[in-house]
């Protein structure tokens, strides 16, 4: 991803939570972005750990197909 990109993107969140934190939960803007950016990283790696554990079992199911046939 290139520079300028990840930029915006990094820029986008971070307006983003700190607008949420505003409407909902009334926190310091330093604490609430860090609270927002801690869940948000805690949901991307519990995501990823699911993803790559289906991935692990349809590798397994596809070795099975293979050695049944």
């Not at 939960?25 to 609270?35: D, E, K, Y």
């Not at 990283?41 to 790559?52: D, I, K, R, T, Y």
């Amino acid at each position: 991803m290139h520079t300028p990109v990840l930029l915006a993107f990094l820029l986008t969140f971070s307006a983003m939570f700190g607008v949420i934190n505003h409407c909902t939960r009334h926190l310091p803007t330093t604490i609430g972005t860090l609270v927002f950016a801690m869940s948000t990283s805690l949901l991307l790696m519990v995501a990823e750990v699911h993803w790559l554990q289906r991935g692990k079992v349809a590798v397994q199911l596809h070795r099975y197909q293979i050695i049944a046939r």
